[in-house]
C-alpha cells in the first residue's frame, strides 16, 4: 500500500505546473528575445524586485485576495459547475457591504462581522439566480454566470449614484459609498519585517477558508457527495446525489466565498466602494484555481506565483521593457498547465494499470521473446 | 497449433489470414501469438470468455488499432491497416457488438457517413444514396426506411441498418462481434439465414461470440480464443458444446440454476400501477405491476429498449413516476434515491463505468459511493476512511476481487473484477431488496459463477430479487418468476421451469401472444 | 458539457417519424405577426425608434460579431467541441484587425483578423482533440491568454504611434458600404408618415437594405453558406457526425481528429471575423475590451438557435436588436419593450392556460402583470439600467428555450482515437 505522500504521488503532482512555468519561460523568453530584450535579465530584475520586503507584503495581499476568488471558483469546479460569475458576485457584494458598513456604527468586532456576513450573503443571492436557471431551466451556469456579471456592471453603476447609495468623495470626482467608521476596519499585520506596510488581517481569514475548503470536500459526506458528481454525474446520480441540490449548494457556497473577494480590501485599506475599487478579480480566480487544480494548497502557491509575477513586473515600465508581458506569460502557463495535468492524469491511469496487471500477473510476460510459440 | 480441419482451396488464398498476431495494453492481457485461417464463402466463429480477447483482435483486424507483432493478410496479400478506412478498402466491414449508429442522423446519413456518393464540389448526391440503400434492402430483405431517425427505430432495425452499412461499402468480410447479444431466439435465426445467404454469394462471415450452440449452429469452423491467445481450430461436426467449453476456459461452464424454492409469502417489493413518460408525452412505462417475496428472484425478459432501464430507474427513484412502490408495507413512491437505498435498496446498475463506479477513484472510495450516509462509511457528517477501507478489505477478500490493494484506481481492475467490488458493495449492510441490471454482462466465467453464487445465498438468507438481463439462459436459470416487458408493459408472466429460451423469445417480441404461460 | 441537469434519454420506441416543417412559409408569418405586434406598440407608446431605420441598421451592425461568433460556436459544436474560447477568439480579431487595418487598409485588417482568430482555434483544438483537456477548461485558458497576448501586442505595437496607446489602435480607414439603389429616399418618407404597419415595414426595410458595409453582406451570406457545407456536402456530413457519434465515425474510416481540428479552427476564424467587423466598422479603431463578452452572447444566440444557422441567425438578430434599442433614446424604447413583454406573456399565458397547464400559465400571467405595472408605473427605464437589456434578453431567452433544445449528442465529449465511448 503506498502512503498519501509517497515520492511517486508528490512528483506527480509537482510535474504538471513545473512544465507549465518552463513551458511558459520558454514562450516568454522567445517573445522578449523577439522583442529586443534580454529575457535572462528581465527575470532577474523581477525577482529582485518582487522579492524586496515591500513587495512581499504587496504580494501577501494581493495573495489574499487571489485566494478567496480561487477558492470561490473551485468549489464549483470540483463538481464540474463552473461559476464564471465570481466577477459580478463579489463586487455587488463588496458595494452592498460597503454601504451597510458605512450606514451603521457597531462595536468592532460586530460591525467587521457584519459586513463579512452581509457580503457573504449578496454574492450568495447573485450566485443563486444561475444556479436556480440551471436546475429548474436548463440554463447553463457558464452563460448565465457571465451575463450576470454584465447585470452586475449595470445594477452597480445603477446604486452608485449619489441620489442612491453613494457620496462624492472629497477634492475628486470619483463617488463611493459613505465611508465606514474605524470601528469597521480590520487592523493590518505586520507579517514581513521592514515592508513598511501591513499584510491584510483578513490574510488569516483566507487560511480558515482554505483550511475549511480542505476539509470540506475530503473529509465530509457533502464533499464526497460534490466530487463523485464532478467525477462522474450518472453514478453520483446512481448512489443517490440529487444532482439538482448539489447545484444549489455548490453555487451558494461559490458565491459566499466570492462575496469575501473585495471584504481585505474594502476592511483592510479602501474603506469605500468607490467607481475604482478593482475589477476583473473573478477571472484571475478561474485562472489560479485551474492553476492550482482546486486543490486548496496548490491554489495558494498558485495565488502567490500570480501575484509574484504582477508584482515584480512593476518595475519593468521603468527599466524600457512592457510589463504587459507578464500577461503572457501568465497565459502561457494556464494554457500549458491544463494539458499539462491532463498528460499527469492519463500518465497515471495508465501507470496504475501497468503496476496492477504486473502485480496480479495478468500483463503477457513483456516483450514475448520469439521462441514461446 | 492451430490446425484448419480441411486445407485451404487449391485455387484460391484464405479471405483472411492471421499470422502470429500480438497486441499489448498496459496491464492486460490482449492478444498474442493468434493464428487464424479464414476460408473464403464461409462462416468462421472465433469463440472465447468475455475479456479472452477477441474483440481486441477483430479490432486489429479492422484497422482500429496496430498490432505490435504479426501479419495480416486478405486475399494472401499481406495488408498494413493503419485505420479503418484501409480496411473498408480492403472489402473489410464490421458491425460492432455496441451499435455505432449516429442516434440524432437519419438511417441514409448513417449509412452513406464516410462512403457518400457525389455530385461534384463534394455536394452529397441524396437521391443516388437512397436507391442504393432501397435496393441493397429490398435484395437482402432487410425492411430499412432510410429517412427514419435512428433513435425512432427499434433494436433489430439497428442491427440491420449496421448490416446494411456493410453492405453499402461493398465488404467481401464481414465481421460480427457478437451479433446476438441482444436479439431473441428467433432474430437469431433470421440473423443466421441471412449470414447463410451472404455467404452462398461468396462473402466471408468472421462471427465473434461465446455462445456456444449459436456458434455450433451457424460456423463452418469454429477458433477457440482463451487468455489472449488462439488455442484450437475445430470443426463443428466433430465437437460438441462441452469439448468447446473445455477448451475455452478449462472446465465446464458455469450453469445458471437455483435449487429448491426459497420463496416465502411475505411481499418485499410491490411496483402498483407504475407508468412514466418521456418528456415529450409518450408512455415509456405502462401500468406496470408485480410483487417480489423474500426469497425470490423475479426476472424481467424483454427486448433491449423496452423499458427495463425505465423501470429500474423508477424504482430506485432516479426518476418521478406515476403510481405506488411499497418496500414492505412503506409507501416509497415519494421518496428520492438516497433515502430508498438507506431503507435497504441495493443496486448493481447496467453500465457500471458510467453508473456504478468512479474510475478515477481508489476502491476504498468506490465503497462509499451509493452508501454515503451508512456505516461504515460515515460518522455523523463525516467521513469514516479507516471503516470504510476496512470493510473495503472485508468486501476484496469476501468476494474474490483480485486487486493489489485497496488504494488501486477501480479502472485499472477487470471488468469482473469491478463487478464483484460492485456486487460485494450493494450486498454489504444486509440489503432487503436487490436491483440487478444485467449482473454479469461482460464478466468473465469466474466472475459470473461467484455472482451467481452470492445471489443463490443471497436469496437462501431472504432477499428479494430483481434481475434483468438480455441473456436468456440467465434469466430462465436463475429467476423464481419471469414477467415480460414489451414496450412499457408487462405482457406475460411466465414459469421459468416451463418455459424454453424459443417461447420466451416468443414472448419478448409478441409473436406469442398470451399463451406462453 | 459540464454537470447539466439532462432530460433522461428517450429510449423507448417512438410512435412517430418526425416531419420538417415548410420553413419559408412559416418564417414569413412569423416576421409578419412580428411586424404587427411591434408596429402595434410603437403606435401606443409612441417610441417611434423601435421600428426605425436607424435602430435596425444598428441591430444589423450589432447582430453582425454575435452572430459570427455564434456561428464559430456552431461549426466547433456541430463537430463536437465546445468552444467557450470564443471570447479569446474575438479579441485576437479585434487586435488583428486593429493591427494590420491602420498600416495596409481594411481588407488586410480582415485577414489578420481571421488568420489571428484561426490561431486561437487552433491553440483549442491543440489542447481539447490533441491532448483532450475538458473543452470549457480550456476554453477558459484561451480567454485569458487572447486577452493577454493582445495587451502585451498592444504596448508593443500601438504605443507610441500616432493616434495609438497602450490599449488602443490608430484609426482603420473605413469599408465602403453597400445601398440597394434606389430604395434610400422613398423609404424614409415613407417611414416618416408614422403610418401603423407600412412606416414600420419602411423602417426595417430601409435598415436593412441601405448603407450597409461589405462586411455585414458577407456576414449574412455565410450563414446560408454554413448551411450548406454542414448539411449538404459530403464534409459537412463528416463534420457533423464527429459532433454526433465521433466512435461511430471512427469506424467509417471518417478522420474525426482532422474533422475537428478544421471545424475549430474555422470556429476561431469565424470569431476572428466578427472581431474585425467590431474594429473595422463598428467602431473605425482597436479598443482593449471592446468585445464586451460578445463572444459568449454569441455562444448564447447559437443555443437559442438550437445549434442551427437560421436559429443562429434570429437569435444573434434579436440580440443585435435589444443592444441597438438600449443605444438609441434608451429609457424610452426600453420602457416601450415592457409593453411588448406585457404582451407577450399574456399570450403566453393564454396559450398555457387553453391547454389546460394551469401553473405555468399562472406564472405567465403573474409576470405579465409585474411587467404591466412597471410599464404603466413609470415613463422611463432608468439610463444605467438599459445597459443591461442584451443580458437580461440572453437569460430570459435562454431560461425559456433551454429545454426544448437539442445539441450534437457527443458535445463536449473527450474522444481519443481508438477508444470507446
Known amino acids: 500500500m503506498k502512503s498519501r505522500w509517497s515520492a511517486e504521488r508528490v512528483g506527480l503532482a509537482v510535474a504538471g505546473p513545473a512544465m507549465a512555468i518552463v513551458v511558459s519561460l520558454l514562450i516568454t523568453s522567445l517573445v522578449l528575445l523577439a522583442t529586443g530584450e534580454q529575457p535572462w535579465s528581465v527575470f532577474s530584475t523581477m525577482i529582485d524586485y518582487g522579492t524586496q520586503p515591500r513587495s512581499l507584503s504587496l504580494i501577501l495581499n494581493q495573495s489574499t485576495t487571489y485566494y478567496f476568488s480561487a477558492l470561490a471558483v473551485a468549489v464549483g469546479f470540483r463538481m464540474n459547475l463552473f461559476n464564471i460569475g465570481v466577477d459580478g458576485q463579489y463586487r455587488l457584494a463588496a458595494m452592498l457591504a460597503a454601504a451597510v458598513g458605512g450606514a451603521v456604527t457597531l462595536p468592532a468586532p460586530l460591525h467587521v462581522t457584519l459586513m463579512i456576513v452581509v457580503a457573504m450573503i449578496v454574492g450568495a443571492m447573485w450566485a443563486a439566480i444561475a444556479a436556480v436557471l440551471k436546475v429548474t431551466r436548463g440554463v447553463s451556469e457558464v452563460i448565465s454566470t457571465i451575463m450576470l456579471n454584465a447585470i452586475a456592471t449595470y445594477v452597480v453603476a445603477y446604486l452608485l449614484t449619489p441620489s442612491r447609495l453613494a457620496v462624492r468623495t472629497q477634492g475628486s470626482n470619483n463617488i463611493g459609498t459613505k465611508p465606514i467608521g474605524s470601528s469597521g476596519h480590520v487592523p493590518g499585520i505586520a507579517l514581513i519585517p521592514d515592508a513598511g506596510l501591513k499584510v491584510y488581517g483578513l490574510i488569516v481569514l483566507a487560511v480558515v477558508v482554505g483550511i475549511a475548503y480542505s476539509v470540506l470536500l475530503g473529509r465530509t459526506r457533502f464533499g464526497f457527495d460534490l466530487r463523485a458528481t464532478g467525477s462522474s454525474e450518472a453514478a453520483a446520480v446512481a448512489s443517490g446525489v440529487s444532482v439538482k441540490k448539489m447545484v444549489i449548494f455548490a453555487m451558494l457556497i461559490s458565491g459566499a466565498v466570492a462575496g469575501l473577494v473585495g471584504m481585505p480590501q474594502l476592511l483592510g485599506s479602501s474603506y469605500s466602494y468607490s467607481l475604482d475599487f478593482p475589477a476583473g478579480l473573478g477571472f484571475t480566480g478561474i485562472a489560479i484555481a485551474l492553476l492550482g487544480r482546486n486543490n486548496a494548497l496548490g491554489i495558494a502557491f498558485g495565488a502567490l506565483l500570480w501575484s509574484f509575477l504582477e508584482t515584480s513586473s512593476q518595475i519593468l515600465d521603468l527599466e524600457g521593457v512592457s510589463k504587459e508581458i507578464v500577461t503572457i506569460m501568465q497565459g502561457t502557463i494556464v494554457l500549458s498547465v491544463v494539458i499539462a495535468y491532463e498528460l499527469v492524469r492519463r500518465y497515471r491511469l495508465v501507470a496504475e494499470q501497468r503496476r496492477v496487471g504486473r502485480e496480479l500477473g495478468t500483463a503477457i510476460p513483456a516483450p514475448l521473446n520469439g521462441a514461446a510459440a | ?517 | 458539457m459540464s454537470t447539466v441537469v439532462t432530460a433522461p434519454p428517450a429510449s423507448a420506441p417512438a410512435p412517430a417519424r418526425r416531419k420538417k416543417a415548410s420553413a419559408p412559409a412559416r418564417v414569413a408569418l412569423w416576421a409578419g405577426l412580428g411586424l404587427v405586434i411591434f408596429s402595434a406598440v410603437r403606435v401606443v407608446t409612441g417610441a417611434d425608434d423601435i421600428t426605425s431605420a436607424g435602430t435596425i441598421g444598428a441591430a444589423l451592425g450589432l447582430a453582425v460579431p454575435i452572430g459570427m461568433a455564434g456561428l464559430g460556436g456552431l461549426w466547433s459544436e456541430r463537430a463536437g467541441v465546445v468552444n467557450i474560447g470564443l471570447e479569446g477568439q474575438l479579441i485576437l480579431g479585434t487586435w488583428g484587425a486593429g493591427w494590420a487595418g491602420y498600416q495596409w487598409g481594411p481588407w488586410a485588417g480582415v485577414l489578420a483578423a481571421v488568420v489571428l482568430g484561426g490561431l486561437g482555434g487552433l491553440l483549442h483544438a491543440v489542447a481539447t482533440v490533441s491532448f483532450g483537456v475538458d473543452h470549457i477548461v480550456s476554453g477558459v485558458a484561451i480567454n485569458i491568454l487572447g486577452l493577454g497576448v493582445t495587451q502585451f501586442l498592444s504596448s508593443v505595437a500601438f504605443d507610441g504611434v500616432k493616434g495609438g496607446g497602450p490599449t488602443q489602435s490608430p484609426r482603420v480607414s473605413p469599408m465602403t458600404t453597400l445601398s440597394v439603389p434606389g430604395l434610400g429616399a422613398p423609404l424614409k418618407s415613407l417611414e416618416g408618415k408614422h403610418w401603423f404597419l407600412v412606416s414600420d415595414a419602411a423602417g426595417v426595410a430601409r435598415g436593412l437594405l441601405t448603407n450597409v458595409s461589405s462586411l455585414t453582406a458577407i456576414a449574412v451570406l455565410l450563414i446560408p453558406l454554413t448551411y450548406v457545407i454542414l448539411w449538404r456536402t459530403t464534409f459537412g456530413l463528416r463534420l457533423r457526425s464527429c459532433g454526433e457519434d465521433p466512435w461511430a465515425a471512427q469506424t467509417l474510416g471518417v478522420k474525426v481528429r482532422t474533422m475537428k481540428y478544421s471545424a475549430v479552427v474555422i470556429s476561431g476564424a469565424l470569431a476572428g471575423l466578427g472581431g474585425a467587423f467590431l474594429t473595422i466598422v463598428a467602431a473605425g479603431v482597436y479598443r482593449e475590451g471592446q468585445t464586451g463578452g460578445r463572444g459568449f452572447i454569441g455562444l448564447a444566440a447559437m443555443i437559442f438557435g438550437n445549434w442551427r444557422p437560421g436559429g443562429l441567425a434570429l437569435g444573434a438578430g434579436l440580440f443585435g436588436y435589444t443592444d441597438a434599442l438600449q443605444l438609441r433614446r434608451g429609457g424610452e424604447s426600453v420602457h416601450a419593450l415592457l409593453l411588448l413583454v406585457t404582451v407577450l406573456l399574456l399570450a403566453l399565458a393564454v396559450w398555457h392556460l387553453t391547454r389546460g397547464r394551469t401553473l405555468p400559465g399562472i406564472s405567465a400571467a403573474l409576470g405579465a402583470a409585474v411587467f404591466g405595472l412597471v410599464f404603466a408605473a413609470t415613463d422611463e427605464v432608468a439610463g444605467e439600467l438599459t445597459g443591461m437589456l442584451p443580458y437580461v434578453t440572453t437569460l430570459l431567452v435562454l431560461s425559456l428555450a433551454s429545454q426544448r433544445l437539442r445539441m450534437p449528442a457527443a458535445d463536449g465529449a473527450i474522444y481519443r482515437p481508438g477508444e470507446g465511448r
Open chain 2, 1 to 517: 497449433m492451430a490446425t484448419p480441419t480441411s486445407p485451404p482451396q487449391p485455387d484460391a488464398a484464405p479471405a483472411v489470414e492471421l499470422r502470429g498476431i500480438t497486441k499489448r495494453f498496459p496491464g492486460v492481457v490482449a492478444n498474442h501469438d493468434i493464428d487464424i485461417t479464414v476460408r473464403r464463402g464461409s462462416v468462421h466463429a472465433i469463440v472465447g470468455e468475455n475479456g479472452a480477447g477477441k474483440s481486441t483482435l477483430m479490432k486489429t483486424l479492422y484497422g482500429m488499432h496496430r498490432p505490435d507483432e504479426g501479419t495480416i493478410a486478405v486475399d494472401g496479400t499481406v495488408l498494413t491497416l493503419d485505420g479503418p478506412g484501409a480496411a473498408i478498402a480492403a472489402g473489410i466491414g464490421m458491425v460492432h457488438q455496441h451499435f455505432m449508429l449516429a442516434d440524432n442522423f437519419t438511417v441514409l446519413e448513417n449509412v452513406i457517413l464516410g462512403s457518400e456518393p457525389t455530385k461534384g464540389g463534394g455536394r452529397i448526391d441524396f437521391a443516388l444514396a437512397r436507391a442504393r440503400i432501397l435496393e441493397i434492402s429490398q435484395r437482402y430483405g432487410l425492411g430499412v426506411d432510410p429517412d427514419a431517425l435512428v433513435e425512432d427505430i427499434g433494436v433489430g432495425e439497428r442491427q440491420r441498418v449496421e448490416i446494411l452499412k456493410v453492405l453499402f461499402r461493398g465488404a467481401k468480410i464481414l465481421i460480427l462481434d457478437e451479433p446476438t447479444a441482444v436479439l431473441v431466439p428467433q432474430e437469431v435465426a433470421e440473423l443466421f439465414d441471412a449470414l447463410r445467404e451472404l455467404t452462398s454469394e461468396g462473402l466471408t462471415v468472421l462471427f465473434i461470440s461465446h455462445k456456444l450452440d449459436e456458434v455450433l449452429s451457424v460456423a463452418d469452423e469454429i477458433t477457440v480464443i482463451r487468455r489472449g491467445t488462439t488455442v484450437a481450430t475445430v470443426d463443428p461436426r466433430t465437437t460438441t458444446a462441452r469439448a468447446l467449453a473445455e477448451l475455452m476456459v478449462g472446465s465446464e461452464l458455469p450453469v445458471p440454476e437455483l435449487r429448491e424454492s426459497t420463496v416465502t409469502d411475505v411481499a418485499e417489493l410491490v411496483v402498483d400501477h407504475v407508468s412514466l413518460r418521456s418528456p415529450d408525452g409518450r408512455l415509456l412505462l405502462d401500468d406496470i405491476s408485480f410483487t417480489i417475496h423474500r426469497g425470490e428472484i423475479v426476472g424481467i425478459a424483454g427486448v433491449e429498449g423496452n423499458g427495463q432501464a425505465e423501470l429500474v430507474e423508477a424504482i430506485m427513484g432516479m426518476r418521478a413516476a406515476d403510481g405506488v412502490v411499497l418496500l414492505g408495507s412503506e409507501d416509497i413512491s415519494a421518496w428520492p434515491t438516497r433515502r430508498r437505498r438507506e431503507a435497504g435498496i441495493g443496486y448493481i446498475p447496467e453500465d457500471r463505468h458510467r453508473h456504478g463506479l468512479l474510475l478515477e477513484a481508489p476502491l476504498w472510495e468506490n465503497r462509499i459511493l451509493g452508501h454515503q450516509t451508512q456505516a461504515p462509511n460515515v460518522k455523523g457528517p463525516w467521513v469514516d476512511r479507516a471503516g470504510a477501507r476496512a470493510d473495503t478489505e472485508r468486501i476484496v477478500a469476501d468476494y474474490d476481487v483480485r486487486t493489489p490493494g485497496i488504494d488501486v484506481l477501480a479502472s485499472a481492475l477487470s471488468g469482473g473484477n469491478q463487478q464483484k467490488l460492485i456486487v460485494g458493495r450493494e450486498m454489504s449492510g444486509e440489503p432487503k431488496v436487490l436491483i440487478a441490471a444485467h449482473p454479469t454482462r461482460g464478466v468473465d466465467v469466474g466472475a459470473q459463477a461467484a455472482i451467481w453464487d452470492h445471489m443463490r445465498d443471497a436469496r437462501a438468507r431472504g432477499l428479494a430479487v430483481l434481475i434483468i438481463s438480455a441473456d436468456l439462459d440467465e434469466i430462465i436459470g436463475m429467476s423464481d418468476t419471469i414477467h415480460v416487458i414489451l414496450r412499457g408493459r408487462l405482457v406475460a408472466e411466465v414459469d421459468p421451469r416451463q418455459v424454453t429460451p424459443q417461447q420466451l423469445g416468443s414472448a419478448m417480441t409478441g409473436a406469442a401472444g398470451k399463451d406462453v404461460a
